[in-house]
């Protein structure tokens, strides 16, 4: 499952401006080899398109949505309204408020509609966190997950090895 050619993580994003935070979330799915794609939808500029895109997702193959938005980010908890995939979101810090609009926007979701929340530009996090969502099903990719995690311990033991000399 992990080389298909068919999408099965959604990346999407409120604008295109949000993609400088949002592009960790793609490099992660690369490095793991999981399928994606990515598409701008926005839940103020094309909301048509969001519906579209919510309710057509399962039924597309997708497995896991990434949704970030930034200011009044409204993505993430719409495109949760409206299908029963998991939905990653990622506050997209902006200018004003460093992102704590972003964040507070996507967090408290209504009981019965979740949206896993990562940090405030934790993109990446959202990346591993679609691997590992698709990695409970899927050894080859929890293979990699399992690989990476021995390899952010072995970079810690190499530091400490640095600091020693
Ligand atoms: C949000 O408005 C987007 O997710 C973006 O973070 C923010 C600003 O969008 P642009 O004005 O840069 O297109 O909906």
Do not use: C
């Amino acid at each position: 499952m992990a080389e298909s050619s068919a999408p099965l993580v959604g990346v999407i994003m409120g604008s295109d401006s949000d993609y400088s935070v949002m592009t960790d979330a793609v490099q992660v799915l690369r490095e793991f080899g999981i399928a994606h794609e990515v598409e701008v939808v926005s839940a103020h500029r094309t909301p048509e398109k969001m519906v579209t895109y919510a309710r057509e997702a399962a039924a597309r193959g997708l497995r896991v949505i990434i949704a970030g938005a930034g200011g009044a980010a409204h993505l993430p908890g719409m495109v949760a309204s409206m299908t029963t995939l998991p939905v990653i979101g990622v506050p997209v810090p902006l200018a004003k408020l460093d992102g704590l609009d972003s964040l507070l926007s996507i967090v408290q979701m209504p009981g019965g509609i979740p949206v896993a929340t990562v940090s405030i530009g934790g993109a990446k996090n959202a990346g591993i966190l679609a691997a590992r969502i698709l990695g409970s099903s899927d050894t080859t990719i929890a293979k990699r997950l399992a690989d990476y995690a021995d390899g952010l311990t072995a970079a810690v033991g190499e530091k400490n090895d640095a600091l020693k000399t």
